[in-house]
T-cell receptor, first 116, second 113 residues
């Protein structure tokens, strides 16, 4: 158990819909990272927040957004869903502000999103 | 790139043998590298990391080698155990490129008892 929790575990929805994925980081970790892992593209970094502020951005679509709240939990919002958005979505947390610090990221168990 | 769901390169070894998993990275500006292990149905798990100013780093039963000349990273697992069976993939991060993170194609390691 990494100490990172994600809800829900599974989510099935239809094209065009909007969903929210939730992540609670490990106690004491200020950074939250979001990743997408799909069958055809492997693991892709989406976005990082540190202490409530956006810190780094990866291959995140404009239809997707995220935020980190004062209690440090984070939500990833996916809207106008398409079939290709079906994937595993992971969040990870770490203490450091930078992904390039010598600082381990701890991954949650993921949310499996299926868009029908 | 490849992922855990597609046809991944596979490595099958006998329990007790040493395993070597390779990764070619893409960005010559990457300065930090990580190896991850991902078991079926679980999130990636950090194994070992290395900075670009090093060419070797050792952990418990694992060693990472970095060859910047050919942009190659390898993970060596000593005395491989059945519990090591998983998909392994590398990550490269570039502080110069705003912490751009990229993940390599995974390799599925199967350890036969």
């Amino acid at each position: 158990d990494s100490g990172v929790t994600q809800t829900p575990k599974h989510l099935i929805t239809a094209t065009g819909q909007r969903v929210t994925l939730r992540c609670s980081p490990r106690s004491g970790d200020l950074s939250v990272y979001w990743y997408q892992q799909s069958l055809d593209q492997g693991l892709q970094f989406l976005i990082q927040y540190y202490n409530g502020e956006e810190r780094a951005k990866g291959n995140i679509l404009e239809r997707f957004s995220a935020q980190q709240f004062p209690d440090l939990h984070s939500e990833l919002n996916l809207s106008s869903l398409e079939l290709g958005d079906s994937a595993l979505y992971f969040c990870a947390s770490s203490v450091a502000a930078s992904a390039s610090s010598y600082n381990e990221q701890f991954f949650g168990p993921g949310t499996r999103l299926t868009v029908l | 790139g490849e992922s855990v769901g597609l046809h991944l390169p596979t490595l099958s070894v006998q329990e007790g043998d040493n395993s070597i998993i390779n990764c070619a990275y893409s960005n010559s500006a990457s300065d930090y590298f990580i190896w991850y292990k991902q078991e079926s149905g679980k999130g990636p798990q950090f194994i070992i990391d290395i900075r670009s100013n090093m060419d070797k780093r050792q952990g418990q039963r694992v060693t990472v080698l970095l060859n910047k000349t050919v942009k190659h990273l390898s993970l060596q697992i000593a005395a491989t155990q059945p519990g090591d069976s998983a998909v392994y993939f590398c990550a490269e991060i570039s502080a110069y490129n705003n912490n751009d993170m990229r993940f390599g194609a995974g390799t599925r390691l199967t350890v036969k008892p």
